[in-house]
């Protein structure tokens, strides 16, 4: 190949990769976004618009959440004896401790930046945001809600006495009661349920096992997704792309630029092969890849197949007329014949909507009831028609149906008034701990001794060494036969909760400011246009009352220039 040609190859990669990146701004349908479940640790499940407290939600479907899970607008997760994260497709990031419950109140993007309002609905959670100049990202904690409008990581208690925050890195605005209260880095904003007037801001405690794990995910996240920007062609963030540069190789296909392919697989390896099959009626038929990379190459690009290597992803594409960096359900084209069997075909980078697929003759995998089984032989193309939606019942959804999660009993320190000390207990006796026993943050109070534990009968032992009563297995919490501790009452067994505050509105004058600022004007705050509003959910949650709505916006005008676009990180 001479110089020309590479020089011609490599221009061709580098636009059409970073169309990938620039375009991967929103869900197939309107103005809806899908951010990814990113890592899922022991215990985790969802549940989708529940209305009302999803604590106490009895008609409310809970379901086992699996790696690269799609999360749309109205999901829930929680975690029980495990730990979540979730990567927002601007690069922000979301990290559930145990025992937390988190809504995905407000998932929509307008003005070219993406509106993010959550509530933490219970727990402790940690967040790392660098927002973009059109972007707004706010989460509801019980008492207040903050709003982070440059690179921020910070720290949400909702516990049921009170909440706090904790900003780590960066700075944030606190809305409480109508007030709005700046907090830099190393401080903390605390405030108990039922008392307005009791509002601390002091400094933050030292960093704890949590805060350890959370830097450390957001730092080799970043890293990758920085060493695989060479092969994207610009500085937008991808989301799922530090991955492919972790678990796989880059390497040039003619005419395509640059395809990838997983570590590990053989020749006859298909794309579908490990992963589950999951269906949302908004969207369809999904794909959950099983592999910690199995997130960009089912939703965005298509597939080559190379002879002599096998089945390459390309992150080009114009399928569905969508174009490069268009979010789909999976990167697959649905079939079916005379007979009625259907089948699916990894999409082809140059596939068009409800034409016959580019890689039919390569390979179409048959679909029963238990997914996408063997290779079908496909002498020609005679006798398929394409499917663009197949129906529910093509197959079971594999993912578990589950008990609701718990609520677990906690309390801030009443002894000093502050959210400095994690989640003491209200007598200011006791603290919050991590019980390796029980895998979940409890009350000190109880967690058991090693004496206590060893008056049991044949005692497991935990990794410290120390007795340990048993922890139920998956299979029996999925069933419903989780023993009910003392030590944590159920939400059946404890006292109501508290009301949530509604998430701050973004209202329309902060939309305008913003939309000045991105397009050059002289506006001075940082950027962000967004809906307001999301629909769906109990009226009680769907609006947030005018006090907290001026001051959102008090907080949004008055606000700092934000952090340099927030892509890279």
């Not at 592999?291 to 399928?319: C, D, K, N, R």
């Not at 109501?496 to 400011?513: D, G, H």
């Not at 769906?536 to 606000?559: C, E, H, L």
Request: charged share 15%; with cysteine.
């Amino acid at each position: 190949m001479t110089s020309l040609q590479r020089l011609t190859t490599i221009f061709a990669a580098v636009v059409l990769i970073a169309s990938y990146g620039a375009g991967a701004v929103s869900a197939d349908s309107g103005h809806a976004r899908i951010v990814r479940l990113s890592l899922v640790q022991g215990d985790v499940r969802f549940a989708r618009d529940v209305k009302g407290d999803p604590l106490r939600e009895s008609k409310a479907n809970w379901e086992a959440a699996a790696l690269n899970l799609p999360i749309r607008q109205g999901y829930l997760v929680a975690t029980d004896n495990g730990r979540a994260e979730v990567e927002f497709e601007n690069g922000a990031m979301a990290f559930l401790a145990e025992n937390t419950v988190l809504e995905f109140y407000d998932l929509s993007s307008e003005d070219g930046g993406f509106t993010t309002r959550l509530i933490l609905r219970q727990g402790s959670a940690e967040f790392y945001v660098n927002p973009g100049r059109a972007d707004y990202f706010s989460v509801t904690g019980g008492d207040f809600s903050v709003q982070a409008e440059s690179k921020t990581t910070f720290r949400m208690n909702n516990f049921d006495d009170g909440s706090s925050v904790n900003v780590l890195h960066g700075r944030l605005t606190a809305i409480a009661n109508g007030k709005n209260t700046q907090l830099e880095k190393d401080q903390s904003l605390s405030l108990k349920a039922g008392e307005p007037d009791s509002m601390v801001v002091e400094r933050v405690p030292a960093n704890d096992e949590l805060d350890q794990w959370v830097s450390g995910r957001v730092d080799s996240v970043n890293t990758a997704t920085s060493a695989a920007m060479q092969y994207s062609g610009g500085y937008g963030f991808n989301s799922g792309f530090g991955d492919l540069y972790t678990y796989g190789a880059w390497f040039p296909v003619a005419g395509y630029g640059y395809g990838w392919r997983p570590y590990g697989v053989g020749l006859g390896w298909c794309p579908f092969d490990y992963g589950s099959w999951y269906y949302d009626s908004s969207f369809g038929w999904s794909f959950l890849g099983a592999q910690p990379w199995g997130w960009a190459p089912y939703h965005y690009g298509g597939w080559l197949f190379q002879p002599g290597i096998g089945w390459v992803w390309s992150p080009t594409g114009t399928y569905g007329g969508g174009g490069v960096g268009r979010w789909r359900p999976v990167t697959g084209v649905w079939l079916r014949n005379s007979t009625g069997t259907v089948a699916i075909v990894p999409s082809h980078p140059l596939d068009v909507k409800g034409k016959t697929p580019l890689n039919l003759s390569a390979g179409a995998f048959e679909v029963t009831s238990r997914g996408v089984t063997g290779a079908l032989p496909v002498a020609s193309s005679a006798g398929w028609k394409v499917e663009n939606k197949p129906a529910r019942d093509i197959m079971q959804n594999q993912l578990a149906e589950v008990v609701a999660p718990s609520h677990v009993v906690r309390t801030m320190a009443a002894s000093n008034g502050a959210s400095g000390v994690r989640a003491s207990a209200g007598n200011g006796s006791s603290t919050i701990v991590y019980d390796r026993a029980e895998r979940r943050f409890v009350n000190a109070d109880n967690v058991k001794t090693e004496a206590q534990a060893n008056t049991k009968n044949a005692p497991e032992q935990s990794r410290s060494g120390n007795s340990t009563e048993h922890v139920p297995a998956v299979s029996e919490r999925a069933a419903g036969r989780e023993a009910q501790s003392s030590a944590v009452p159920s939400a059946r067994s404890a006292a109501p909760p508290r009301p949530t505050v509604a998430p701050p509105n973004v209202s329309r004058a902060v939309v305008s400011e913003r939309a000045t600022y991105s397009s050059g004007g002289s506006g001075s705050g940082s950027s962000r246009g967004g809906s307001g509003s999301a629909t769906g959910w109990s009226s009680g949650a769907s609006a947030s009352s005018s006090s907290a709505s001026s001051s959102s916006s008090g907080a949004r005008s008055s606000g700092s220039s934000g952090g340099g676009g927030g892509r890279p990180h």
